[in-house]
């Protein structure tokens, strides 16, 4: 009993069967690679592009300052944070109604760092066939010269992946300076070592684990999936029965799509949640079919419907609404960047100043204002406030604000006596010399 309680709980996992991919190359295998210059390029680029003498994407936690080229956004403007998550979702959601995993496949971080860190590894330790040869000789000095210039470059490689993350966060020409001289922070060098060492991981050693078993979207894609999706798919009434005879099928079971297959799964078998959509299988079995004289496509982008001979629609209702969601919330927040005023203004009452009574009779308000100059250009703002006879800013009414900074400023309000109480009044805050740029905020006038 004990015996067959222990099989039972052996069958439940599986020990890890290495894959080893096999280069493939064709028209997918060329878009992917496209995909990875252009995702890379972004990545690594970015940082250091500059603009009005300083980086031009830059996300300064530590200032509570977001900036993207010429725009710059502070907490107040975490709306659209989250109206970029949400487009992102939808995108996701409705590229995935269309075609599958087109994310996985091409552009997903995943993807894209196991596709160069394979590309390292048929560098140095040459292809399928080498890498499985290798792996089964014994330790000596050519095995470890291979495998520790392997890793050497890979940990390189996902060094400098950590260095370039956090410089999105800290200058990027300061962190390497502090790098050089031996000098970085402990934040910087938590979170360069942190990434390093995920991407080192999961590119290097997990890969294909990541998809299957930690990524959840392996998990609910199904749910976006229905028989017009185009996915990719075998022709099991052109393919079958396999073999090579002259009564065999078009598939000539030569396992080329298993072995180009990162998630090592046979297409073959119908479509599978391992599956990450990247054509690696098309391009292999193309490759086979031009070789011996027989049409391509046997295993191609297609959806369920057409394999069985019935139309496909194109526009069904979850990508009209998916597309209309978009495409509303797209322009409403394209608009609302469009028509940002680059000033934000908040009015907080000095709580340590009552209202009181002062020189004429007048009654005395003090209000503290935050003035936020988003731009990055230095402006000087008048204060002006309405909503009761006779009320004014006593003092100085301009404010200078250097670029991209936050001034608190303390502002003295008085008004001819009125009934005892709060009243409504309204500040303006209008950036002098510029056209339109004017904040109204409400607060209240308190007599007692």
């Given at each position: 009993m004990k015996n067959d309680m222990n099989l039972a709980e052996l069958s439940l996992y599986?020990?890890?069967?290495?894959?080893?991919?096999?280069?493939?190359?064709?028209?997918?295998?060329?878009?992917?690679?496209?995909?990875?210059?252009?995702?890379?390029?972004?990545?690594?680029?970015?940082?250091?592009?500059?603009?009005?003498?300083?980086?031009?994407?830059?996300?300064?936690?530590?200032?509570?300052?977001?900036?993207?080229?010429?725009?710059?956004?502070?907490?107040?403007?975490?709306?659209?944070?989250?109206?970029?998550?949400?487009?992102?979702?939808?995108?996701?959601?409705?590229?995935?109604?269309?075609?599958?995993?087109?994310?996985?496949?091409?552009?997903?971080?995943?993807?894209?760092?196991?596709?160069?860190?394979?590309?390292i590894e048929r560098l140095?330790?040459?292809?399928?066939?080498?890498?499985?040869?290798?792996?089964?000789?014994?330790?000596?000095?050519?095995?470890?010269?291979?495998?520790?210039?392997?890793?050497?470059?890979?940990?390189?490689?996902?060094?400098?992946?950590?260095?370039?993350?956090?410089?999105?966060?800290?200058?990027?020409?300061?962190?390497?300076?502090?790098?050089?001289?031996?000098?970085?922070?402990?934040?910087?060098?938590?979170?360069?070592?942190?990434?390093?060492?995920?991407?080192?991981?999961?590119?290097?050693?997990?890969?294909?684990?990541?998809?299957?078993?930690?990524?959840?979207?392996?998990?609910f894609q199904s749910a976006m999936f229905d028989q017009d999706t185009l996915v990719i798919t075998y022709d099991a009434k052109r393919g079958e029965p396999r073999g090579k005879g002259s009564a065999s099928g078009d598939c000539v079971d030569c396992g080329i799509c298993v072995q180009v297959c990162p998630t090592g799964i046979d297409i073959r078998d119908g479509l599978q949640y391992e599956c990450i959509g990247c054509a690696a299988c098309i391009d292999g079995c193309n490759q086979v079919m031009a070789k011996v004289g027989k049409p391509q496509k046997l295993i191609r982008y297609s959806t369920l419907n057409a394999i069985e001979g019935k139309r496909t629609r194109v526009l069904r209702p979850r990508v009209v609404v998916y597309s209309l969601i978009l495409l509303a919330i797209s322009v409403a927040a394209s608009a609302s960047l469009y028509l940002r005023t680059p000033l934000k203004v908040d009015v907080i009452r000095d709580r340590a100043a009552i209202a009181r009574e002062v020189e004429g009779g007048q009654i005395e308000n003090v209000y503290r204002l935050q003035i936020m100059n988003t731009t990055e250009q230095a402006r000087a703002f008048q204060v002006t406030v309405r909503g009761l006879p006779d009320i004014h800013v006593w003092g100085e009414p301009t404010v200078g604000v250097p670029a991209a900074t936050s001034r608190m400023v303390p502002i003295k309000v008085r008004a001819a006596p009125a009934a005892p109480g709060t009243h409504p009044i309204e500040f303006e805050v209008r950036a002098l010399g510029v056209e339109g740029v004017a904040v109204t905020e409400h607060s209240v006038f308190i007599v007692r």
């Open positions: 599986e020990v890890r069967r290495k894959i080893y991919p096999r280069a493939v190359h064709g028209w997918f295998a060329a878009w992917r690679w496209a995909l990875v210059w252009a995702t890379q390029i972004v990545f690594y680029g970015g940082p250091w592009l500059s603009w009005n003498d300083r980086q031009a994407l830059l996300f300064d936690i530590a200032q509570r300052k977001f900036y993207l080229f010429g725009l710059v956004f502070w907490p107040q403007d975490i709306i659209y944070l989250a109206v970029l998550l949400i487009v992102s979702a939808l995108a996701l959601f409705l590229f995935t109604a269309l075609a599958g995993r087109l994310w996985c496949g091409y552009a997903c971080p995943q993807t894209v760092y196991t596709e160069i860190f394979l590309w140095v330790e040459g292809d399928r066939n080498a890498r499985m040869r290798l792996d089964r000789q014994k330790a000596g000095a050519e095995k470890l010269a291979l495998k520790a210039a392997k890793h050497a470059a890979w940990i390189a490689v996902a060094l400098w992946t950590g260095i370039t993350f956090v410089g999105f966060f800290t200058p990027i020409r300061e962190l390497c300076a502090e790098l050089l001289s031996f000098s970085l922070g402990p934040w910087e060098a938590f979170w360069v070592l942190f990434y390093g060492f995920a991407t080192y991981g999961n590119a290097g050693w997990m890969r294909e684990q990541v998809c299957k078993y930690m990524c959840p979207y392996a998990r």
